[in-house]
């Protein structure tokens, strides 16, 4: 069965703290995403990678930075955490080339974050 | 990048048909995407349509116009369980998925 893990579901941070969020799919996916989805805005795209140690910055990058090691590891960091970065992070994987029947992108189970 | 519009809210009663409408502007297209999200959960994959017309999956169908920038997901035969969130996206030439906000429905009984 397909599986992306998060390994935090709920967590409280102080401002300035250095937050990591780890991600982990047993696919093989080439591609990873990390978004964060806040009420009334969706989910909004902060990084996501093609292959291993490759990244591209998403639609809100600031504040954020990711590393991948190794293919199935997509690490979210938060260099110093803010109140406004307060959300719900969501990590997903995909094929690097989907085909035209059926492909999707898989999500975890989130991760809450609250910053005080 | 992409501008996907989709309502905010929508009402329907158990049984009813409901229609969502997403409208999209993109620099460009490889697939439209419909996800049902509920409370507290991931989003979970409907549907996806890449060619025009209309793709059928037992209670859930999605069409696409191309050269409209249009989609719509039809929810038939409403349960309670239906309501969610229903999100709306569009993966572009590089492969990334941009999201609409998100159609609230609820079904009432």
């Known amino acids: 069965d397909v599986k992306v893990t998060q390994s935090s579901r709920y967590l409280v941070k102080r401002t300035g703290e250095k937050v990591f969020l780890e991600c982990v799919q047993d696919m093989d996916h080439e591609n990873m995403f990390w978004y964060r989805q806040d009420p009334g805005l969706g989910l909004r795209l902060i990084y996501f990678s093609y292959d291993v140690k490759m990244k591209e910055k998403g639609d809100i990058p600031e504040g954020y930075s990711v590393s991948r090691e190794k293919k199935e590891r997509f690490s979210l960091i938060l260099e110093s955490a803010s109140t406004n970065q307060t959300s719900m992070y969501l990590c997903a994987s995909s094929l690097l080339r989907p085909g035209l029947s059926g492909n999707t992108i898989y999500f975890g189970e989130g991760s809450w974050l609250t910053v005080v | 990048g992409q501008n996907i519009d989709q309502p905010t809210e929508m009402t329907a009663t158990e049984g009813a048909i409901v229609q969502i409408n997403c409208t999209y502007q993109?620099?460009?297209?490889?697939?439209l995407f419909w996800y049902q999200q509920h409370a507290g959960e991931a989003p979970t994959f409907l549907s996806y349509?890449?060619?025009?017309g209309l793709e059928e999956k037992g209670r859930f169908s999605s069409f696409l116009s191309r050269s409209k920038g249009y989609s719509y997901l039809l929810l038939k035969e409403l349960q309670m369980k239906d309501s969610a969130s229903y999100l709306c996206?569009?993966?572009?030439?590089?492969?990334?998925?941009?999201f609409g906000a998100g159609t609230t429905v609820t079904v009432r009984a």
């Open positions: 993109t620099s460009g297209f490889n697939g």
């Open positions: 349509n890449v060619l025009d």
């Open positions: 996206a569009v993966r572009g030439w590089d492969y990334k998925l941009s």
